[in-house]
């Protein structure tokens, strides 16, 4: 584009560019805006210090420059005093501004180095509408770059107080900006040691930084770095940082180590290179701190052939990591392979510099710097494979990588996997999940034969903790194969009841596992796994419709369970899973339990046929034989059910003494035989209320008691019970109030044992069944019956009707 540009003076009518006399625009280019002419008037005019003629000659006034950004619009103006105005009035002086929007017509230099550019002229233009100047600007030799090197190289003072001058430059740029003075009555001189200074500072941020010279006050300026002639007399300088130029002292003030390096740079180097590596510095400060960014600039910019060895390897590995964490690809892309190229020159011997390459590595890869990644990874391999005691660090880092790293050279990744090979062999067994994790994100080939022993000895490792592996196994190298060998291992634990594994069995803990391992018999044993942490309630359609596991695993889905409480549970397990020596012994302790003849006088309701049916072809002799018992004494109660109780009596007895070792397995079935009625039809004439018919009806139950007398006897001691357990199991499913009647009036039979077994049965319908009570209690046929029963039974106990009592809700009726 070009600079658009305007002069300012005292002019005449016909000179001013809109016609008006005094001091005004004599000439503006035409990209020049109303806008910039109001900024040029209000801050970069040339400014007469009123006390300079009270003994000076006006036309020694101190030249001005000054720049400025608003708005993102640059503005560098020049002036000088030129004496009487048209007027006749001191004061006269002239104002040359240029303007631009774009940064990039500053380009190659800093807006102070343009002070020094060949095309200022400090007089009135030859039109009023002179042509912008186009870039890139020329300048005066002495404000090029290697000049002003120069102008401190060549002067020892000016080398010694350089230091000094950076470090008020940084001071000046901070978040509370201090003021740089520098003090002299040359402008060229001032203007050096700006332009100088602003080569310190990065490009961007240079070409916002305002300055102005010279001026009698700095304090009348927002500019940072003023220049103050000592002509204009005393002033106070304040907190401001002086650099007195005319008088060359050394500033009060203790340079910062960054200031010194930087210094050293410029003064030691190709003027081009430091000021290359001061500028990548200062892009590089936020991110990597003043210190490393600079020694890390240095590396890029200006190598020198002392540099390698372990701190210039420390210096580019933590650049490496710091800038690829903070997302600066472009950085790393264009001095990535000088830092890469730095860190070959040393391998890392500690752990905390093992850390650091592995997280170089990772976050270089993260952002796609696999080039510079890479540069930092095989040394460090190689490294690590002499001293693999120090896996696990390099590792931590390294490890969890989402994809692995590419390689362009065969020959390299096949040395990276030559030196895991040797790492994973040697390598402490706590670091091998991190390690796996490294060598899968690292993706060089290595042999199965190296990485044998050490995914054995990580599978042996993961079995203690399965949070070793669980968000991270796929990543490994390797992961099918070791969480393959971990099922085994886990199936090997289970088998043996190995108590940690089972807790952690119990707990789920494997259950991630299970999809991705393709072992069937660890599916099954975390599928009983999953069965044993639901309720008991939901666990015997699991288990039908599990397809496989293992026998051994009874253990775990019936965990909480007994074979009283659900035999039912229990056969659907052996009959879909089988057995094991235990389980059966368990089975066989709770049958001999349920049958041992001091229980006969509990009702237990189990229903034990469930069992029973499939115990047949159980492996254990006592069972089967059980089972088929069972089986026998069932056939022979179903042959009696299909019979008139008289022709069942002829043998029934009999067969009940037989059957003895199974009637607990079958209690109801007992009890609806003992309290079976006679079934004959009557023979009575006249109704009920005839005396025939009383007398055969008294005939009928003095018959029934004692038939039930004998047949309690036959089952002793489980006759009371399967009564007791009978009525309840008919009240269950028929929910008639015809069960509650047979019960009231078993309640007076004269064998104690029955009417006893009929009061248990009535507690326990009362109790689970109150809604069929009160349904009893509702008819008038009963009421009477089961009112004296319960008044008895409250009289009895001592009850008092207290609240939730089964016999208390005909209170009040």
């Not at 600039?297 to 060895?309: C, H, Q, S, Y």
């Not at 419709?545 to 056969?571: C, F, I, K, N």
């Not at 109790?767 to 029963?789: A, H, N």
Request: aromatic share 6%; hydrophobic share 40%; net charge negative.
């Amino acid at each position: 584009m070009g600079f658009e540009t305007a002069t300012y003076t005292d002019v005449t009518a016909g000179e001013a560019i809109d016609g008006v006399d005094g001091f005004n625009f004599q000439a503006v280019s035409p990209g020049l805006t109303g806008v910039d002419r109001q900024r040029i008037r209000e801050g970069l005019l040339h400014r007469v210090v009123p006390s300079w003629d009270l003994g000076h000659d006006p036309l020694d006034h101190p030249p001005t420059c000054a720049f400025e950004v608003r708005d993102g619009r640059s503005y560098l103006s020049r002036g000088r005093s030129t004496g009487i105005t048209n007027s006749g009035r001191p004061g006269n002086q002239v104002t040359q501004v240029i303007a631009t929007s774009d940064p990039g017509d500053f380009v190659p230099y800093r807006p102070a180095q343009l002070y020094g550019a060949l095309q200022w002229n400090l007089e009135k233009a030859a039109g009023p509408a002179p042509e912008p100047w186009v870039t890139p600007l020329e300048v005066r030799p002495e404000f090029e770059v290697d000049a002003l090197q120069e102008m401190v190289t060549g002067d020892e003072w000016a080398a010694r107080v350089l230091p000094h001058y950076l470090t008020m430059i940084d001071a000046a740029l901070g978040p509370a900006p201090t003021k740089t003075v520098l003090l002299h009555d040359d402008l060229d001189e001032v203007m050096r040691w700006i332009a100088l200074g602003t080569l310190f500072v990065e490009s961007e941020r240079a070409r916002t930084l305002g300055f102005r010279a010279l001026v009698d006050d700095p304090w009348r300026t927002d500019a940072v770095l003023v220049g103050v002639s000592p002509g204009f007399g005393a002033v106070d300088l304040g907190s401001a940082n002086v650099l007195d130029l005319r008088d060359r002292t050394v500033p009060d003030l203790e340079p910062s180590e960054v200031a010194r390096a930087r210094a050293a740079l410029f003064r030691d180097h190709d003027a081009a290179d430091a000021l290359t590596a001061v500028e990548v510095a200062r892009r590089w400060e936020t991110t990597l701190g003043a210190e490393l960014a600079n020694d890390a600039a240095r590396l890029v910019a200006v190598p020198d052939p002392d540099t390698d060895g372990a701190g210039a390897w420390r210096t580019a590995v933590s650049a490496i990591d710091r800038l690829a964490r903070a997302g600066m690809e472009d950085d790393l892309a264009l001095y990535g392979e000088e830092l890469s190229e730095a860190s070959v020159t040393y391998g890392p011997t500690t752990a905390e510099e093992f850390t650091l390459a592995g997280g170089a590595v990772r976050h270089a890869h993260g952002i796609g710097a696999d080039d510079v990644a890479r540069g930092v990874l095989l040394p460090a391999l190689e490294a690590l494979a002499a001293a693999p005691g120090h896996a696990g660090a390099f590792a931590r880092e390294l490890s969890g990588a989402a994809t692995p790293l590419e390689w362009e050279s065969e020959e390299e990744r096949a040395a990276a996997g030559g030196f895991l090979g040797t790492v994973l062999a040697s390598a402490p067994t706590d670091c091998l999940a991190d390690l796996f994790g490294a060598a899968g994100a690292v993706g060089a080939p290595v042999t199965e034969e190296a990485r044998a022993e050490a995914a054995d000895n990580l599978s042996a490792l993961w079995l203690t903790d399965p949070d070793l592996g669980r968000d991270r196994w796929r990543s490994w190298l390797g992961g099918k194969e070791v969480a393959a060998a971990t099922a085994r291992r886990l199936g090997d634990a289970f088998h043996a009841n190995d108590e940690r594994a089972v807790e952690s069995l119990l707990r789920g803990d494997w259950d991630f596992l299970v999809a991705e391992a393709g072992s069937p018999e660890l599916r099954g044993w975390v599928e009983a796994g999953r069965i044993s942490r639901l309720p008991v309630a939901e666990r015997r359609e699991r288990i039908v419709r599990s397809l496989t596991m293992p026998a051994e695993a009874w253990q775990l889905a019936l965990t909480g369970t007994e074979v009283r409480d659900d035999p039912a549970l229990w056969a659907a397990w052996v009959s879909r899973h089988g057995y094991t020596n235990s389980l059966q012994v368990r089975v066989r302790t709770a049958l001999e339990r349920a049958r041992s003849p001091f229980r006969g006088a509990r009702a237990e309701a189990t229903d034990w046929s469930p069992l029973l049916e499939v115990l047949g072809d159980a492996p254990d002799r006592a069972l089967a034989e059980a089972a088929a018992e069972y089986l026998r004494a069932r056939g022979v109660l179903e042959a009696a059910r299909s019979k008139n109780r008289d022709e069942a009596d002829q043998t029934l007895e009999t067969d009940l003494l037989q059957m003895r070792p199974v009637v607990p397995f079958l209690l109801a079935d007992i009890g609806a035989q003992i309290l079976r009625t006679d079934d004959s039809p009557r023979t009575g004439r006249g109704g009920d209320e005839s005396e025939g018919a009383d007398r055969e009806r008294s005939e009928r139950e003095r018959a029934d008691r004692g038939r039930r007398t004998r047949m309690v006897r036959a089952v002793t001691p489980w006759g009371p019970a399967a009564i007791q357990v009978h009525l309840v199991r008919q009240a269950d499913q028929r929910r008639s109030p015809s069960v509650v009647d047979r019960a009231l009036r078993l309640l007076s039979d004269s064998d104690a044992s029955v009417a006893e077994a009929a009061d248990a049965a009535l507690a326990r319908i009362a109790e689970t069944q109150p809604e069929l009570i009160r349904e009893v209690r509702g008819r008038f046929r009963f009421r009477s019956e089961l009112d004296k029963y319960l008044k008895g039974r409250s009289d009895r106990s001592g009850d008092r009707r207290r609240p939730g009592n089964p016999f208390g809700w005909g209170r009040g009726r």
